[in-house]
Structure formats: structure tokens, C-alpha cells
């Protein structure tokens, strides 16, 4: 088999399986239009990438892909995500950082009526900053965007 009908047989199994987790689940259909606008009054991090202080819009794309972008649409990144949940639905949508000393890592992302929310795993740059540094958590609160 050559490296072409690889990829060809490697999207159609992506293809398959995310037509397969939308039938099993239909929450995940409904998942793709969750956004969330927050002014956030500090730099951070999302992964390894840096961003400045600012209003940004952050959104689940697919099941597992989040998507932060800045008010003007020049800033912005996707990054993957992993489900989390909670015994009951969250009262309000927020997003959580992992704070260390003036580092801050996008962590959370929650949204208002839904007891799962998604995760970010640490990057190896956050991993490197929580080396020598006491870890705490801050919370922005989020309007759902329309």
C-alpha cells in the first residue's frame, strides 16, 4: 500500500468514526455550537502558544477541538481537548487557568447548563513553568456568545 491510499484510508476511518460518535451521541452534534466570548484581563498560554490580554471567543469546534480566537480574528489557534465532568450541570460558563507565579494556562472550558466541559492537557512548556512554581487555579467568567 502506498503513503497515498494510507491517508485515503486514514480519512475515511476519521470520516467513519466521527459520523459514528454523532449517531451514537447526539449531544455531540449539539456540542459544535457551544462559544463562549471572555474578556481576559492577563496574558496566558493555550498549549505552547502565547496570547496577549484581551476579549476572545472560545469554541468547541469538534468533539474534541477547541478553537481561541481574538476579537479581531488575527489571534488564534485550535487545539485538542479532552471531556470532563461534573455530578451536576454548571451554573455559569467560565473558563479555567492553571496559574503559575505570572504564567497562566488555559486549562477549562465550561458552559452554563452542562455537567461536561473540556479539558486541556498540560503542554511541555507548562510542564517546564510548574517545575518551580506553586500551582493555583483562576477562574474568568464567560457570556455565552451569539
Known amino acids: ?35 463562549l466570548k471572555a474578556n481576559i484581563p492577563f496574558d496566558f498560554h493555550v498549549g505552547a502558544r502565547s496570547f496577549p490580554a484581551g476579549t476572545y471567543t472560545v469554541r468547541l469546534v469538534a468533539n474534541s ?46 458552559w452554563p447548563g452542562y455537567n461536561q466541559g473540556q479539558g486541556l492537557t498540560k503542554s511541555s512548556l507548562e510542564r517546564e513553568v510548574a517545575k518551580n512554581t506553586i500551582e493555583t487555579q483562576r477562574t474568568v467568567a464567560a457570556s455565552t456568545a451569539q
Open 1 to 35: 500500500m502506498n503513503y497515498k491510499n494510507v491517508r485515503i484510508l486514514a480519512l475515511a476511518v476519521a470520516v467513519g468514526m466521527v459520523t459514528l460518535i454523532c449517531v451514537a451521541n447526539p449531544a455531540a452534534v449539539q456540542a459544535e455550537s457551544r462559544e
Open 65 to 110: 477541538v477547541i478553537q481561541v480566537r481574538d476579537e479581531a480574528g488575527k489571534a488564534w489557534m485550535t487545539e485538542m481537548s479532552l471531556p470532563i465532568w461534573s455530578d451536576d450541570r454548571n451554573p455559569n460558563s467560565r473558563l479555567v487557568f492553571n496559574r503559575y507565579g505570572n504564567d497562566q494556562f488555559l486549562t477549562q472550558i465550561l
